[in-house]
């Protein structure tokens, strides 16, 4: 592989396909003034490496980003910056087996292949992509996803999905939103996303990420002490029959009646409520549609949810 060419901002729009250039944001007229001082690392082949690292902060402060005129080919490709992060130009295609980014722009002119992973975290980042793209596994996190060619393969998350261009209309993909049929728990947030800066890190470190959840009796099981340490605590304060706190929308709901003791975590969206009798905690779940709650046993989503809720509310509480 040769040296790549530092090509000034002012210069760069010469190194790029009409076609791509048209959608680049970063040329656009509010940019020219912000980036004028900055530069483009260019390579003029194919460029084949085990890693590109997209993180802003690994580089001189100047570097705008990478335009490669010709294949990208990685193992990963990764930026855990959600905020910013070295912007990507492939004129031809991108092949990698994961692809974790978060607040970069990237245009790939050709087609693109993520063959195990390809997560993108928050709307500061986005993605287009001119020809195909292919990967089992799509996670949108509130990010940007634009292609114009053919979609094959599941999107999972929230706040925003994959969208097809085709005459001019964005049409969106359909989306799953249970993460946990992908994931273990240490990559998931009690709010239904991806513990985004957890996986990259653990993709960096050619750990398997895609490990299928097994059920542990022992460590899966909400104990009683960890609802009591929430339902007993100074917080929550006595209303009529309840004892309740609020924090950040979010309302804990506390109550004791003939030996059961309940909690209710209810956010504006859903509620879980947990409950202990004979000192073995039951959890329930209910969307703010619905009337009634519904039971769900250790090892389902629902419950792993839960679990994951409590915990965090429960280290949250040093900050109350």
């Known amino acids: 592989m040769s040296e790549p060419l530092k090509i000034p901002y002012a210069d760069a729009y010469k190194f790029i396909d009409?076609?791509?250039?048209?959608?680049?944001?970063?040329?656009?007229?509010?940019?020219?003034?912000?980036?004028?001082?900055n530069y483009f690392l260019y390579f003029d082949e194919n460029l084949i490496v085990d890693k590109l690292d997209l993180e802003a902060d690994n580089y001189d402060s100047d570097l705008i980003g990478y335009i490669i005129n010709g294949d990208l080919k990685a193992n990963k490709i990764l930026n855990s910056e959600t905020d910013y992060g070295v912007y990507l130009i492939v004129s031809g295609n991108i092949e990698t087996n994961f692809m974790a980014v978060g607040g970069q722009e990237i245009y790939v002119h050709g087609n693109l292949l993520v063959k195990e992973l390809f997560a993108g975290s928050y709307n500061h980042g986005f993605i287009l992509v001119n020809g195909n793209v292919d990967s089992p596994i799509i996670i949108i996190s509130d990010y940007g996803f634009i292609l114009k060619g053919e979609l094959n393969g599941t999107v999972y998350g929230w706040g925003e999905t994959v969208y097809q261009e085709k005459n001019g209309k964005k049409i969106p993909a359909p989306h799953e939103n249970e993460l946990e049929d992908i994931f273990i728990d240490k990559f998931?947030?009690?709010?239904?996303?991806?513990?985004?800066?957890?996986?990259?890190?653990?993709?960096?470190?050619?750990?398997?990420?895609?490990?299928?959840?097994?059920?542990?009796?022992?460590?899966?099981?909400?104990?009683?002490?960890?609802?009591?340490?929430?339902?007993?605590?100074?917080?929550?304060?006595?209303?009529?029959?309840?004892?309740?706190?609020?924090?950040?929308?979010?309302?804990?709901?506390?109550?004791?009646?003939?030996?059961?003791?309940?909690?209710?975590?209810?956010?504006?969206?859903?509620?879980?409520?947990?409950?202990?009798?004979?000192?073995?905690?039951?959890?329930?779940?209910?969307?703010?549609?619905?009337?009634?709650?519904?039971?769900?046993?250790?090892?389902?989503?629902?419950?792993?949810?839960?679990?994951?809720?409590?915990?965090?509310?429960?280290?949250?509480?040093?900050?109350?």
């Open 18 to 37: 009409k076609d791509l250039l048209n959608n680049c944001n970063v040329f656009a007229e509010h940019c020219k003034e912000h980036f004028k001082d």
């Open 188 to 320: 998931l947030t009690p709010y239904d996303d991806i513990a985004f800066e957890v996986l990259v890190k653990a993709i960096d470190n050619n750990e398997d990420v895609l490990i299928k959840y097994s059920l542990n009796l022992e460590t899966d099981l909400i104990a009683s002490e960890s609802v009591k340490l929430i339902t007993q605590s100074d917080f929550l304060k006595q209303q009529g029959e309840k004892k309740t706190f609020s924090r950040h929308s979010v309302l804990f709901i506390a109550t004791f009646k003939n030996d059961i003791e309940e909690l209710t975590i209810q956010e504006s969206w859903h509620s879980y409520k947990y409950v202990i009798e004979n000192n073995t905690v039951k959890v329930f779940f209910k969307e703010k549609s619905n009337q009634n709650f519904k039971e769900y046993t250790i090892g389902s989503n629902k419950y792993r949810r839960a679990k994951r809720l409590l915990e965090y509310n429960i280290d949250s509480m040093k900050y109350w």
